[in-house]
């Protein structure tokens, strides 16, 4: 098989779509893992991240099925949601991996203290931790007692505060480096479209217009 062939096209861009696939289920995954904590999902670059993911899988299906089939209006559509996809992700990854720890604190104290007591008491025995960022603070404004396994050992309870922080961190780096490196190849998704589009497949009849 010669590369720039017409079955080398389509391998390669079926294989690029079936990593399409792979990319858009991380994505949802690690951004539902993410949205899992509580308080990360006052973030909503969590919510445009997971719209991305599922976008992503939509398309690297319909791209698997045009390439198999070498149908020109798949293809055509495909090449065109693919270069909107490719503007998103990359302004979404970019914003992920822009966000400091000092904004993330902002979000995590400011989502913490619309929570109701009932969740707050949920998230502090999920992660086995007590308050926020300052355990005095939260004694003196949430009268609510915590009832995570650390308060019967020694070291006192780690404040929640840090932990979330620590996820939430290591969630949005995640999140920004897969979808920023992964955004560069929808580039070339578009490319293979195009070049894979034009050619006439051996198969068909050689005088039909493809």
């Not at 008491?121 to 009832?147: A, I, K, V």
Request: net charge positive.
């Amino acid at each position: 098989m010669v590369c720039g062939s017409f079955a080398c096209f389509k391998n390669a861009l079926c294989a690029l779509n079936v990593v399409y696939m792979l990319v858009g289920l991380l994505l949802i995954g690690v951004a539902a893992w993410g949205k899992g904590l509580g308080l990360v999902s006052s973030i909503h670059i969590i919510g445009g991240v997971i719209a991305v993911g599922v976008f992503l899988l939509l398309i690297a299906v319909a791209g698997l099925v045009g390439a198999v089939n070498h149908h020109q209006v798949l293809l055509f559509f495909y090449m065109i949601i693919l270069g909107l996809v490719f503007i998103f992700q990359f302004g979404i990854s970019c914003s992920c991996l822009a966000i400091n720890r000092s904004k993330q604190t902002d979000f995590i104290s400011a989502s913490w203290w619309v929570m109701s007591n009932t969740t707050r008491n949920e998230l502090e025995r999920s992660l086995d931790c007590c308050g926020l960022f300052n355990l005095t603070d939260q004694n003196q404004q949430d009268h609510t007692p915590c009832y995570a396994i650390c308060k019967n050992r020694n070291p006192p309870c780690q404040v929640c505060g840090e932990k979330i922080l620590n996820h939430s961190d290591e969630a949005l780096k995640i999140l920004g480096g897969v979808g920023l490196f992964f955004s560069f190849t929808e580039i070339l998704g578009i490319w293979l479209a195009m070049r894979f589009r034009n050619q006439k497949d051996p198969r068909a009849n050689p005088s039909a217009f493809l």
